[in-house]
């Protein structure tokens, strides 16, 4: 069996001994599984026909592919191929715009905080009641954040960092929020990430972490979110309201796994691989 990793050129760099890893895990268990960066990758339709190109030249399509990347029609473009992806389609495009998110689950009797969808051209209109938080769309890993106290402000805060795609949302409990890993449809494990400094508490802008155990509502969520998307492999992330209730967030579709290795002794490369394995056989 032969599958392929892909990470864009900048993650393949942060990301080098996870990926070495994932390939050694799976080779123990007869498969090869090659590393792809996006640099030597080409994609599209050549001739009327569904093409892809390895540094120019015509390739055999893998078994499988895993995206870390984000770039969702790479993962609709292989699935049309008949490949298997891991995230599928339906997970990197609903996880990787938070608009899309929050759509998705509206009717899924999932609490979440209010939030208005913007996009550049249409700019934000008087709806809202302050303060807030002013996001990207598609920002990753606590970027494109911005606390806002005004109509003028979240104007200013979106003019000033040309925000193309973006939401703003209420704010709810500053500093503080809960990331949770489901894997096959497990939690694997969960971290409270705080901040004392900040509306932010991502691990990687040196928020506070340490290992957290779901609530049964969270738990309620986590099960709807995956019998409704059902994710191989993604991050769920959890805010508070005023009163301490659990709201969803955001889902990480390429999500980061450093907190795992931070806070615990999963071998999270030997779990994916041994999983990813199974569900192919199903």
């Given amino acids: 069996m032969h599958g392929w990793l892909i990470y864009d050129d900048i993650g393949a760099k942060r990301n080098a001994w996870f990926i070495r890893e994932l390939c050694h895990s799976a080779e123990k268990r007869g498969v ?39 770039f969702p029609l790479l993962n609709h473009f292989f699935e049309e191929c008949g490949v298997r992806v891991y995230n599928s389609f339906s997970v990197s495009d609903v996880c990787n ?17 209010d939030t208005w969808f913007y996009n550049r051209q249409n700019g934000i209109t008087d709806c809202f009641e302050y303060p807030g938080v002013l996001k ?31 939401l703003l949302q209420k704010m709810v409990t500053p500093g503080k929020d809960v ?21 932010r508490s991502n691990f990687s802008l040196g928020g506070k972490v340490c290992a957290y155990t779901p609530c049964d509502e969270m738990m309620r969520i986590i099960d709807l979110v995956n019998k409704r998307l059902s994710p191989f492999y993604v991050g769920i992330d959890f805010t508070f309201d ?41």
């Avoid at 489901?182 to 004392?196: I, M, N, T």
């Fill in 32 to 70: 090869h599984l090659e590393f792809i960066n996006t640099t030597t990758l080409s994609f599209g339709v050549k001739e009327g026909r569904k093409t892809v190109l390895m540094d120019g030249k015509s390739v055999k399509l893998p078994d499988f592919v895993i995206v870390r990347t984000i």
């Fill in 242 to 282: 005023q009163e301490g209730r659990p709201l969803l967030n955001e889902i990480e579709d390429v999500v980061g796994s450093r907190m795992i290795y931070e806070l615990t002794d999963l071998p999270l490369h030997d779990l994916y691989i041994e999983r990813l394995l199974s569900d192919l056989k199903e």
């Fill in 179 to 199: 990331r949770v890993y489901l894997l096959a449809g497990e939690v694997l494990f969960a971290a409270l990430r705080s901040s004392d400094r900040d509306v």
């Fill in 97 to 113: 715009d938070k608009r899309k998110t929050h759509l998705y689950f509206s009717d899924a009797g999932i609490p979440m905080a």
């Fill in 136 to 166: 990207s769309a598609d920002g990753h890993g606590g970027s494109e954040v911005f606390p806002v106290y005004s109509l003028e402000d979240a104007r200013r805060a979106g003019n000033q960092f040309d925000l193309k795609e973006f």
